[in-house]
Each structure stands twice: as structure tokens, then as C-alpha cells.
Nanobody, 128 residues
Framework: QVQLVESGGGLVQAGGSLRLSCAASGRISNSYGMGWFRQAPGKERVFVAAIRWSNGDTYYADSVKGRFAISRDNAKNTVFLQMNSLKAEDTAVYFC?????????????????????WGLGTQVAVSS
């Protein structure tokens, strides 16, 4: 029902910044949440950040706190991930996802199992 298209990935030097975008088809309901996950080469996909659509509450993985910021544009059904002070360890494919339940079950925002729709991912490569 929901299609997600990520953009903004690319190659950047350590210490630089990138801004990822994820555009969702249709409108996102107040009970929904959107999140970002990433998968580094040879590793499992892990949680990065999430945002509550109704009020903009945010949730971050410890590894990105203070460096990354998630935001949304309700009118455009778009979520952003501003990534600053990038490190080589941030190199990964970044996926955005939509959950129909995270807006209510906020404590489950980091769990991949509560997300219903996933984008195809965008590559972020950080060189050192």
C-alpha cells in the first residue's frame, strides 16, 4: 500500500555530511511512524532513528545520537535524515521504513518487526 523511495546517498569524506530523503506514497496517518535503518557490509541491519508522525517525537540509536537528526515534512509525506560528522563506520545501505503501529507503540520503534513497508535503500559510503 505504501511505496518508499530513498534518495541522497553518496560518497563523502569522514567528517562530512549527507542528507537522506524518503518520500512515501499517499498520506501517512497519525498512528504511523517512519524510521531509518542501515546495513553495513557483512553485518545485520540495525536501527538508526525513528520519528512519530503525529507529534514529531524522535528516537535515536546510541551510535548516532548527537550526529544524526531525523525530521519530517507532513505536507510532502517525506522523512529526512541529516547525517553530520560522518565516520567510516557509518558506511552502509540506508533503508527507510513505515510502521502503522509505531505512532502508538512508540517503545517498539527500534524493532524491525513492527515496520510494514521498506524502501530499497540508498548507499552511503564514508571514506577515511
Amino acid at each position: 500500500q505504501v511505496q518508499l523511495v530513498e534518495s541522497g546517498g553518496g560518497l563523502v569524506q569522514a567528517g562530512g555530511s549527507l542528507r537522506l530523503s524518503c518520500a512515501a506514497s499517499g498520506r501517512i496517518s497519525n498512528s504511523y511512524g517512519m524510521g531509518w535503518f542501515r546495513q553495513a557490509p557483512g553485518k545485520e541491519r540495525v536501527f538508526v532513528a525513528a520519528i512519530r508522525w503525529s507529534n514529531g517525537d524522535t528516537y535515536y540509536a546510541d551510535s548516532v545520537k548527537g550526529r544524526f537528526a531525523i525530521s519530517r515534512d507532513n505536507a510532502k509525506n517525506t522523512v529526512f535524515l541529516q547525517m553530520n560528522s560522518l565516520k567510516a563506520e557509518d558506511t552502509a545501505v540506508y533503508f527507510c521504513a513505515v510502521s502503522s503501529r509505531v505512532g502508538v507503540l512508540w517503545d517498539f520503534a527500534p524493532r524491525q518487526g513492527v515496520y510494514d513497508y521498506w524502501g530499497l535503500g540508498t548507499q552511503v559510503a564514508v571514506s577515511s
